[in-house]
Each structure stands twice: as structure tokens, then as C-alpha cells.
């Protein structure tokens, strides 16, 4: 059956998609081929960027993703319309609602998305059942397993009802213009699955939801300690490089990350000792770079001689570009402030509701600054002045962000001890590429 949306959702779908791509503009898939084009299909995620999740999703599937939101949404002016007008579905979460009345009305709900997914509609849920910052996936509950076992139900069973597990990983979700790295794990086919378990239903849905965890666990960055996750960041600048299977140029930083996470797991279960004992080093130096003043991805750490002199070179012509820089900081000084004072009012505790709110604000307050600039340009200046310059705002905001993202900060150098220790590192990068040799190539 063809995916169906209404002319009001689509439309919806298509604008919302397209602020999304401006806040995040480069976003790859890794094994796109495993997404269907057509037909039943159940997408499920880890959910680490509150309402910019399913967008995501929707802009990598390219298909009008129907998803299971909290309940409490529902009820917010103007986006509890949206939500409604795109199909989306009240979870009602035993968090958000102490009532008894609130498990009846959540499996009323999986019902709903289960009968949606056997007329092949595409369907999406977070198993987790909440959003967080953790670098660590949540338990994943059952509610995905009980979507394909109603859509199995209602079925005839000579369809496939795919169930496809996805990782979203920012490279920094908070910031505006960040990459983000999707990767899409094997598909299953639930309709497989329960035909093989005819007759045992409970124990289908439970390994199933094992299962499920195990998909999205081999795609996701998990650090199976949570503890772990100050390393990982500084292991980003301090392990050495290698060549992935799937290393893309544009999102190189964040499919290392995942590799990283892999890493430290292994070591955590194999070695845990030696793994302390890295750990109580990097974080003596971090605290020595942090008293100097340095920070852990400083290109005095990372170069020397010509190709220091080099990078400090491209800086200082950067710094020539400060004035236009300047005014593009001015031109969006009222906008920018208005978004960073209230949007903080609004966001839940934690970085997952950041992006999303700077973007429901920001989208108004920018929008209404461009136009105040219009008639203010237009009645002293002329319209072709004002259509210029309101045109070439947007360029040098972007412009400006960059360029302050990326200004020169004066420190002192902690080579000596910053090497021996990715020294150490690189012995343990070479095990473990030794431990999974094909995840690599040379």
C-alpha cells in the first residue's frame, strides 16, 4: 500500500524539513540501501535531540514518517496542532501520568500505530522512551515489539513488515550548523520473526526487544559505562587516526567517535586495569592543560615547526576578516540574545531540547529582525538598498558564526607530555584494530 499523508501534513513535513536542513546541513547515511523504498516499515532510534529526532529520521528515510510522541506535547499551543496535523500519536508514559488509566490508553496507542504499519504505513518510535544526553543507550522497551506483533496480527503475513534500527549521532547538537551522522543497522522483518514463534507470543516479543537492542547498540556510539564518556572526548584529539570502511570526509569526526566508544568497551571488559590506568593519566593531563590555560584539541599540541607556522599563518589572515565578522555579529546582535535569553526559559534540563527550541524561536525573532531591517532600510534607504543588504544577512551571520567558532586563542604548549600519552594510545589503537580487523582498511 502507498504511504499516505494529508496535503496539510505534507506541506508541513516539507517545511519543517527544510529549517531542520538549515540547522543541520550536512547530514549523511551510511548504507542507505538498507532503507525501503515502500511497504511497512517500522523505524526505531536512539533519542538524543528531543523533536529534531523524527525529523531526521524523515529526511533520511525520505518518506512520511508517522511517530509515537509523549503525550504531554499534545497539549502545547500551536505544536500540538502540528504534531496532530502530521499523524503523530500520543505515548502516554507511566512518567508523564500517574493514573491507571494511563497503561490502558498507551497500549490503545501502540494499537493504533500497529494497524497504521500493517495498511504499510511507515511508523517510528524511540524504544528508549525518553530523550537524554547519555552516550549510552537507555533499556529499549517493549513498545516496538508490540507495534509489529498488532501489525503481524492484522496482516495476512505474506507481507514484510521491516523494523529498521538507526543511530543519530551529533556531531555537537547543540550547535547551530553541525554535522550529524546517521547509520542504518540490518533490517528485520517481524512478520518472519512471529511466524517462527507461532504459538509463542510473550517469548517472540521479548527476544525480539533483545534483539532490538542489540541492532541498535551495533550502530549506535554506546559506552556500555557512562563514566567513560570525559575519555571519549578527549580521545577524539588524543587517539591516533585510522582509516574506517565507511569514513566519510564530512562526518570523519563523528563516525570515530563511534569506533572510540567500541574501543573503550573492549578494553573496559578485557583489560579494565590497563583501561584505569589510561584514564587517570588523560584526566591528569586534561587538568594540567585546563591550569595552562590550553584546550585538548590546540593546534600547538597537534603540529610543530612549518606546519604549525603554517596553521598560525591562516589564522592571522582569518583575523583580517574580523571586521565583516564584527558587523555580521552586530547586524544579528537583538535576534541572537532574544533567542539565548528565551529559549533557555522553555528547554528541558540537559542538552537534548537545546537545538530544538533554539530553532522554534530563533526561526520567529530572526524572521521578524530581517523584516523590521526591510522597512527601516526601505523608508530611509531605498528598496534596492534594503533588498540587498536584508538578501546578505543571512551570508554573514553564517559567515560571522564561523568565524568566532573558529578564532584564534592564545596559549602555552604541553607537547612533550600530550604525545607520550597519545604514544600509549596508539599501541592500544593497534591492538584493537588487531582484536577487529574488519572494521579497518589500510
Known amino acids: 500500500m502507498p504511504d499516505q499523508s494529508s496535503s496539510i501534513g505534507m506541506l508541513l513535513r516539507r517545511i519543517v524539513r527544510r529549517f531542520v536542513r538549515i540547522y543541520y546541513p550536512a547530514i549523511h547515511v551510511s548504507h542507505p540501501e538498507r532503507l525501503p523504498r515502500e511497504g511497512a516499515t517500522l523505524y526505531i532510534a536512539n533519542h538524543s535531540n528531543s523533536l529534531i529526532d523524527p525529523v531526521i529520521i524523515g529526511i533520511t528515510a ?45 497500549v490503545k496507542s501502540l494499537n493504533v500505530a500497529g494497524e497504521n504499519l500493517a495498511k504499510g504505513l511507515p511508523m517510528g518510535i524511540f524504544p528508549e ?25 492484522m496482516s495476512d503475513g505474506d507481507e514484510p513488515i521491516l523494523i529498521v534500527p538507526l543511530d543519530l549521532n551529533f556531531e555537537d547538537k547543540t550547535r547551530f550548523r553541525s554535522r550529524v551522522w546517521v547509520s542504518v543497522a540490518e ?7 512471529f511466524a517462527e514463534y507461532k504459538g509463542k507470543e510473550k517469548l517472540a516479543m521479548r527476544e525480539l526487544t533483545y534483539t532490538l ?14 563514566r567513560w564518556e570525559p575519555l571519549l572526548n578527549d580521545l577524539e584529539w588524543l587517539a591516533p587516526t585510522y582509516e574506517s570502511e565507511e569514513k566519510v570526509a564530512l562526518v570523519s569526526r ?51 615547526g612549518l606546519a604549525l607556522a603554517g596553521r598560525q599563518m591562516v589564522k592571522t589572515v582569518r583575523a583580517l576578516f574580523g571586521l565583516p565578522a564584527l558587523i555580521g555579529t552586530l547586524a544579528h546582535l537583538i535576534p541572537f540574545v532574544l533567542v539565548r535569553v528565551t529559549a533557555p526559559r522553555f528547554q528541558l534540563p540537559g542538552k ?73 594510545i596508539a599501541v592500544l589503537g593497534e591492538d584493537f584494530r588487531a582484536a577487529f580487523p574488519d572494521r579497518f582498511t589500510d
Open 352 to 424: 537534548a531540547t537545546v537545538s530544538f527550541y533554539r530553532l522554534i524561536f530563533g526561526l520567529p525573532f530572526y524572521g521578524c529582525w530581517y523584516v523590521a531591517v526591510w522597512f527601516l532600510l526601505n523608508h530611509f534607504s531605498g528598496y534596492k538598498v534594503a533588498i540587498m543588504t536584508v538578501a546578505a544577512l543571512p551570508i554573514l551571520g553564517v559567515f560571522s558564526f564561523h568565524y568566532w567558532l573558529n578564532a584564534s586563542e592564545v596559549i602555552r604548549s604541553l607537547r612533550e607530555e600530550n604525545q607520550a600519552i597519545k604514544n600509549e
Open 129 to 153: 522512551g525518553k530523550s537524554h544526553d547519555l552516550v549510552h543507550l537507555e533499556q529499549v522497551k517493549t513498545g516496538a515489539a508490540r507495534i509489529a506483533q498488532r501489525a503481524y496480527e
Open 62 to 106: 525520505d518518506r512520511p514518517v508517522c511517530f509515537l510522541a509523549k503525550a504531554p506535547l499534545f497539549k502545547t499551543p500551536v505544536l500540538g496542532s502540528v504534531m496532530r496535523s502530521i499523524g503523530m500519536i500520543p505515548a502516554y508514559r507511566g512518567e508523564d501520568d500517574k493514573s491507571s488509566s494511563s497503561v490502558r490508553r498507551n
Open 254 to 304: 563523528v563516525q570515530r567517535r563511534k569506533n572510540l566508544a567500541d574501543a573503550i568497551n573492549y578494553f573496559e571488559s578485557e583489560n579494565p586495569e590497563l583501561a584505569e590506568a589510561i584514564t587517570a593519566r588523560v584526566a591528569a593531563h586534561h587538568e594540567a592543560l585546563g591550569q595552562a590555560g590550553i584546550r585538548i584539541n590546540s593546534p600547538l599540541l597537534r603540529y610543530t
Open 187 to 193: 533490517t528485520i522483518d517481524a512478520a518472519t520473526w
Open 213 to 226: 537492542d542489540e541492532r541498535i547498540k551495533s550502530v549506535v556510539v554506546h559506552l556500555e559505562d557512562a
